[in-house]
């Protein structure tokens, strides 16, 4: 048997527009997945949750390996599913890293990569390859579809993480978007020069560590999301929460329609207002820049 982990991720900025070609910023999380690889007696077959990426992203490591053996998985997440978090990317990932590390005894970087985009595909229309980008890479930086996460090291010390517990599918609400785009395509490609503008310039503000700028810029991020159909009112409910409780700013994060929000605040105020909101809403305030796709003891 063969085990391996990858994190969870928060994307910052950009998320959606970044299906269309627009940077986005992302940040893993310290929330991992593990995924546990046996050889079995015939087929894939993944034990509890997950079974179609998990299965998805072993089998494309297993064929182009050429094993025809079979494969028992199982997988054991810290990271809450459907909510934005990026559980169906590290799981994916995690089982790919694992299957590589059975059958070939190491963990081939560039494939499992590849697989693990092919297991996100089976649980998400047209990925940007932003989720599995970071599980695979960790730490935190810049993804650009076609080019890659460049990693950078922004100098944000927490976010508080905001889970208003209403699951959906990523797949519908970025098939949602691309209605959207298609009914206003006008409008859409202004909303895109602006997310792109402003995921700039929250670059600048994560590399000098301006709290305030960063706040203010999701926010500004917020309001685009908002106007491509992706808020819902719980989390309209959960941003005006958190700016109520002090928080410098608040946006959601991934797909939107439920989901996770995530809030900015000073140092000082991080845990009353996370505290405060925990009255509410189920909030975690993660070890954000962790480690990725990495070998584990089984
Ligand atoms: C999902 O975490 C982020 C989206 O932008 C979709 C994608 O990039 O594949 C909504």
């Known amino acids: 048997m063969r085990c391996a982990s990858a994190p969870g991720k928060v994307i910052l900025f950009g998320e959606h527009f970044v299906v269309y070609g627009v940077p986005a910023l992302v940040v893993s999380l310290g929330l991992r997945a593990k995924v546990y690889a046996e050889r079995s007696g015939g087929g894939v077959e993944v034990v509890e949750e997950h079974s179609e990426p998990v299965a998805s992203a072993a089998r494309y490591v297993a064929e182009r390996l050429g094993y025809d053996g079979g494969l028992r998985l199982r997988v054991e997440s810290e990271i809450p599913r459907a909510v934005g978090l990026g559980s169906s990317a590290a799981v994916s990932i995690a089982s790919a890293a694992a299957t590589s590390l059975l059958i070939r005894g190491e963990l081939l970087g560039d494939l499992v990569l590849e697989a693990g985009q092919a297991g996100e595909r089976t649980v998400h229309y047209n990925p940007s390859g932003i989720d599995t980008a970071i599980a695979f890479g960790g730490g935190g930086g810049v993804y650009r579809r076609g080019e890659g996460l460049r990693q950078e090291r922004f100098r944000l010390g927490s976010i508080i993480v905001i889970d208003t517990g209403v699951e959906r599918r990523t797949g519908e609400m970025v098939e949602r978007v691309r209605r959207f785009a298609e009914r206003e395509p006008g409008r859409f ?27 203010a810029l999701m926010n500004r991020n917020q309001d685009l999301l908002r106007v491509i159909g992706v808020s819902s009112p719980i989390i309209e409910e959960a941003v005006s929460k958190a700016l109520e409780l002090g928080a410098l700013g608040a946006k959601l994060t991934g797909g939107g329609g439920g989901g996770c929000v995530i809030a900015v605040a000073e140092e000082g105020k991080i845990d009353e207002v996370a505290g405060r909101l925990g009255g509410r809403f189920r909030v975690m305030v993660p070890r954000l820049m962790v480690e990725g796709v990495r070998e584990e003891a089984c």
């Open 189 to 215: 490609r202004r909303v895109m020069e602006e997310a792109a503008a402003l995921v700039e310039e929250a670059g600048e503000a994560l590399n000098t560590g301006d709290l305030e700028a960063v706040g």
